[in-house]
């Protein structure tokens, strides 16, 4: 891989060979574990850089404009970009709240009552160096893999932090966290993880939002996401993904659900110039329930691709996917959805749906929903729609005093109201709403 010249140079790591990953090594102060770990992960992504990518999942995205080398990685004490504007942080009081700037931690905060409990929560760094034994044993080795492919890898390389949540056996965390992800440096490259655990027993709340302090300033942000759930735990998750479209998204994500456990799981799609997300809900346990939730706005010409897979590994499990999607301009939205059930996962239920809105006549949709079955008493059903405005519902709407762009919004809206009754966090629905104003123009 090239190594051009990159506008961080001058305060940062240029570029990804191997004079940059061992300058990059040369910032941190980690232990010899997480040090080793990387290494490994690092001979992993130059392996396989020459591998061709899984086509299934990729065929439909076009990485030949995506540039690795005209991005670097922050110095961590180079790290005074600003923080960008915040559509969810002021909507609520939280229990806590961590935010991160081009992979530097700037600030984190946890209630004190919910610290007494022995609730962690902050900056993935300091968390794996403090509480090795707690984060070891899960961070990369059960949910999102090195291994997986090249992306993974590049991630586990190179990780430059992230927001870590653990809630021990039984504790009960009723206010709502905050993390916010954010990229301010022009050719800043963020690496960040989220990393969740919950124990036996425990229920939590966290919202996450990543976004850009610029709206011409282009980023790179390659990351991963582990949500861990214990027996009989409840976690509702929520990522408002804001980048502004000059910015590369790629990500892993994924949750293991243990038996009776739960998972709501809700994503958002708003910004990025292209946005690929590998997510991945596998129902472990016996009687484990997982609820995916996903709204996308795609104007422009922005690619936003999902590949998504429901696992079923036990039995009595259920898992329930609804995705929306919206889309103008010459915009496209991918996405890819597998139902598997494993021999021994009977009286399994799984559904898992899509529906596009297109709102201009060159936009763009894709959807393939898939099922894989192996046991015998099951119901697995899966559905995609995709259709046009009505102009009928626009002349209606403008005969009664709203402008198009009003019309527009009351249509979209209602289009994705169907995930907002999903949503029992408030803060969210309010907040997914204003984004989609802001999106039409009218914010």
């Not at 992993?44 to 990729?58: F, I, V």
């Not at 804001?242 to 990500?251: E, G, K, T, V």
């Not at 596009?356 to 060159?362: A, Q, R, T, Y």
């Amino acid at each position: 891989m090239s190594q051009l010249s990159s506008p961080l140079a001058s305060q940062g790591i240029a570029g990804f060979g191997a004079e940059a990953f061992e300058a990059f090594l040369a910032t941190r102060s980690e232990p010899e574990w997480v040090t080793s770990r990387r290494r490994e992960a690092y001979a992993l992504y130059q392996a396989k850089l020459g591998q061709p990518l899984n086509p299934e999942e990729w065929k439909r995205v076009d990485l030949r404009a995506f540039q690795p080398s005209r991005f670097g990685v922050q110095a961590v004490n180079a790290a005074q970009g600003q923080l960008a504007a915040s559509l969810l942080g002021e909507k609520t009081d939280f229990g806590g709240a961590v935010s991160h700037v081009d992979g530097a931690c700037l600030s984190h905060r946890l209630d004190e009552k919910l610290a007494a409990k022995g609730v962690l929560f902050g900056n993935l760094g300091e968390m794996l160096r403090d509480h090795r034994e707690i984060f070891e044993p899960h961070f990369m080795t059960r949910a999102v893999q090195a291994e997986t492919d090249r992306f993974a890898a590049w991630h586990a390389a190179f990780w430059t932090g992230g927001t870590v949540l653990y809630v021990p056996r039984n504790v009960q965390v009723e206010a709502p966290l905050y993390s916010s992800i954010g990229l301010s440096h022009a050719g800043a490259a963020d690496f960040s993880h989220t990393l969740v655990i919950l124990e036996e027993g425990a229920s939590a709340t966290l919202l996450e939002e990543t976004n850009s302090a610029t709206e011409d300033v282009p980023g790179l942000h390659v990351g991963a996401v582990e949500l861990l759930v214990g027996k009989r735990a409840n976690l509702r998750y929520v990522q408002l993904q804001n980048w502004n479209q000059q910015s590369w998204h790629l990500a892993h994500q994924a949750g293991l659900v243990g038996a009776d456990a739960s998972l709501q799981w809700t994503v958002a799609g708003i910004g990025s110039r292209l946005a690929h997300i590998h997510q991945d809900v596998v129902l472990e346990g016996k009687g484990s329930r997982g609820e995916v939730n996903g709204v996308t706005f795609a104007t422009d010409r922005q690619l936003l691709s999902y590949y998504t897979q429901q696992t079923h590994k036990a039995e009595n499990t259920q898992s329930d996917l609804l995705y929306k999607d919206v889309l103008r301009d010459r915009a496209r939205v991918v996405w890819r959805g597998m139902i598997r059930v494993d021999k021994i996962a009977q009286k399994t239920d799984g559904y898992q749906r899509n529906d596009s809105l297109l709102l201009s006549p060159d936009c763009r949709a894709d959807a393939i929903p898939g099922l894989e079955i192996e046991a015998d008493d099951v119901r697995c059903t899966h559905g995609a729609t995709a259709g046009r405005v009505d102009a009928e519902q626009i002349f209606y709407c403008m005969c009664r005093g709203l402008s198009r762009y009003e019309a527009m919004h009351m249509i979209v809206e209602g289009f994705f109201h169907g995930v907002y009754d999903r949503i029992a966090v408030e803060a969210v629905r309010e907040t997914l709403s204003l984004a989609v104003e802001r999106k039409l123009g009218i914010g």
